[in-house]
């Protein structure tokens, strides 16, 4: 399972639970949780490819 899908599932999973738990009045609570949790899991993304980037080059600086 990929960092993406791994992120994504565990914010469904928070976000089901928040609501469950709480109700529909913590919708817009939970709205501006998402978007933190959208910029988090951008920038988590970005950074894995950077990641994969540097050792890449790694590889290619070796051969």
């Known amino acids: 399972m990929s960092l993406k899908s791994r992120l994504i599932t565990l914010f469904v999973i928070a976000f089901g639970a928040c609501i469950i738990l709480n109700g529909p009045q913590i919708l ?36």
């Open 28 to 63: 817009v609570y939970l709205i501006a949780q998402a978007a933190i949790s959208g910029t988090f899991i951008t920038m988590c993304l970005k950074k894995e490819r950077e990641i994969i980037a540097k050792q890449n080059q790694a590889d290619v600086a070796t051969e």
